[in-house]
Each structure stands twice: as structure tokens, then as C-alpha cells.
């Protein structure tokens, strides 16, 4: 991949659900991924593209989860095609994650900003109206997730 076809613009709020700590997890994502691909075109060591797939790999699970819940608790009623998006993601970065060596990471900086900038702007924009009105049920499966027992 040439670097001239990474620019883009890592946040806009065109690209806000609405709901803060969802929008901040797309944020904090959309930051690793511009951090990678600084690595990458600074021509750093493989090991920091792959500690940095592995960041982006951990966050972005944790963020499906926090987003799964808070699709329940609203009755998000497509929430099994939402999953199945999240489950496309994760094993493709999983397979880029095992592959270690020989890694494309232009490919997969491709991959990663297309995937979250259309996610986030098509498929997370429709589950918005799901979510008004329910603040409270949304705000008890945010807590759920985060207390131990």
C-alpha cells in the first residue's frame, strides 16, 4: 500500500452514535489505528505493528462486548447481524494476528480504516434510534459488564 492512500481523517462527528462511551471507544480505535499506521509508514519494527494489532485486537473486543450489551439492553432488534459483523472482524484480525511474520500491514491498515470508518458510519448509525429512551436500561448493562463478583 502507498502512504498516499492512508490519509484520512481519524475522528469526525459525522462518525458520533450519540451514546459517549461508545463514541469514545470509536475514538480510542480509530487513534491505535492512526498510531499503526504512523509505525508503518515510520518503517518501525515488525514487533510494534504486531503489539499494535494486538491493542487494536484487545480494545476492539472489549468495545463488541460493551456494544452487545448495550444492544440488548435497548432490544436492538438486528443485533445477530451486528454480532456477525463484529465476528467478521475479530478472525480477520485474529489470522493477521497469528500470521506475525510477513504481515501486510498496508493491507491491514486498508482493511482496518475501511472496516471502522464504515462500520461506525453505516452499521453503528443504525442502531442510534434503538437507543432513545433507554438510557437507563443502557446505563445498567454498561454497569453489569464492569462490576465483579
Known amino acids: 500500500m502507498k502512504p498516499e492512500k492512508l490519509q484520512w481523517e481519524f475522528w469526525s462527528e459525522d462518525l458520533s452514535i450519540g451514546h459517549a462511551a461508545i463514541d469514545d471507544d470509536h475514538k480510542?480505535?480509530?487513534?491505535?489505528?492512526?498510531?499503526?499506521?504512523?509505525a508503518f509508514l515510520l518503517q518501525q519494527d515488525e514487533r510494534v505493528v504486531v503489539e499494535g494489532i494486538a491493542i487494536i485486537a484487545?480494545?476492539?473486543?472489549n468495545h463488541f462486548d460493551?456494544?452487545?450489551?448495550m444492544l440488548a439492553?435497548?432490544?436492538?432488534?438486528h443485533l445477530d447481524q451486528h454480532r456477525a459483523r463484529h465476528e467478521s472482524f475479530r478472525s480477520y484480525v485474529a489470522h493477521a494476528r497469528d500470521a506475525e511474520h510477513d504481515i501486510d500491514t498496508g493491507g491491514l491498515l486498508s482493511y482496518l480504516v475501511?472496516?471502522?470508518?464504515?462500520?461506525?458510519?453505516?452499521e453503528d448509525k443504525l442502531y442510534r434510534?434503538?437507543?432513545?429512551?433507554?438510557e437507563a436500561m443502557i446505563?445498567?448493562?454498561?454497569?453489569?459488564?464492569t462490576t465483579s463478583s
Open 28 to 38: 480510542r480505535i480509530l487513534q491505535f489505528i492512526a498510531r499503526l499506521q504512523e
Open 58 to 61: 484487545d480494545y476492539s473486543n
Open 66 to 69: 460493551r456494544e452487545e450489551r
Open 73 to 77: 439492553a435497548a432490544g436492538y432488534p
Open 114 to 122: 475501511d472496516w471502522w470508518v464504515g462500520h461506525i458510519a453505516a
Open 129 to 134: 434510534s434503538a437507543l432513545i429512551g433507554k
Open 139 to 145: 446505563a445498567e448493562a454498561f454497569n453489569e459488564g
